[in-house]
T-cell receptor
Framework: DGGITQSPKYLFRKEGQNVTLSCEQN?????MYWYRQDPGQGLRLIYY???????QKGDIAEGYSVSREKKESFPLTVTSAQKNPTAFYLC??????????FGDGTRLSIL | GIQVEQSPPDLILQEGANSTLRCNFS?????LQWFHQNPWGQLINLFY???GTKQNGRLSATTVATERYSLLYISSSQTTDSGVYFC???????????FGKGTRLSVIA
């Protein structure tokens, strides 16, 4: 089945800990994106990548890091520098000139 | 950057009623999408509609690109239509989407 897979669905972070959220797609899409959603709000862009080994910061990149070593994978690391990481994180991908499709998301909470 | 405004912010409907959701945006765009976010958080693509009109069952959408707005019509609403509807725009097909804050729809039986 083709699609975008995010894991885990739920994640808990301790103070001072880095955690990594996984996003994998088997759709052969060029571009991938990470968004953050806070309760009652729309989505805001964290990072995006249009090709392998290249990525750009979005509006709220501070405290996050990404890599794009393979076309299929775009993991997001939430570092200890992100002081308010509790949110719903959504990954998306798209081929050129076509609509974005989203994974089912990861809910991150602080212990 | 692009600004996206959605109205109304909240809407309560009786089952079977019709509704219109509006999305205004501040710049010319080549990508506009409507999404439905269900209670589990999943974002479901409804329409990819940078211009023109499309219909899918009880839902239809119209984008007037020259006037920078889009409308989502829901007819004969059902309780399963409840959730948050987002409009999102982008300058091109593979640039990041800018989201509005959404319209929260509650359909009551």
């Amino acid at each position: 089945d083709g699609g975008i897979t995010q894991s885990p669905k739920y994640l808990f972070r301790k103070e001072g800990q880095n955690v990594t959220l996984s996003c994998e797609q088997n759709l052969n899409h060029d571009a991938m994106y990470w968004y953050r959603q806070d309760p009652g709000q729309g989505l805001r862009l964290i990072y995006y990548s249009q090709i392998v080994n290249d990525f750009q910061k979005g509006d709220i990149a501070e405290g996050y890091s990404v890599s794009r070593e393979k076309k299929e994978s775009f993991p997001l690391t939430v570092t200890s520098a992100q002081k308010n990481p509790t949110a719903f994180y959504l990954c998306a991908s798209t081929p050129r000139g076509a609509p974005q499709h989203f994974g089912d998301g990861t809910r991150l909470s602080i212990l | 950057g692009i600004q996206v405004e959605q109205s109304p912010p909240d809407l309560i409907l009786q089952e079977g009623a019709n509704s219109t959701l509006r999305c205004n945006f501040s710049d010319s765009v080549n990508n506009l999408q409507w999404f439905h976010q269900n209670p589990w958080g999943q974002l479901i693509n409804l329409f990819y509609i940078p211009s023109g009109t499309k219909q899918n069952g009880r839902l239809s959408a119209t984008t007037v690109a020259t006037e920078r707005y889009s409308l989502l019509y829901i007819s004969s609403s059902q309780t399963t239509d409840s959730g948050v509807y987002f409009c999102a725009v982008a300058y091109s097909g593979n640039t990041p989407l800018v989201f509005g804050k959404g319209t929260r729809l509650s359909v009551i039986a």
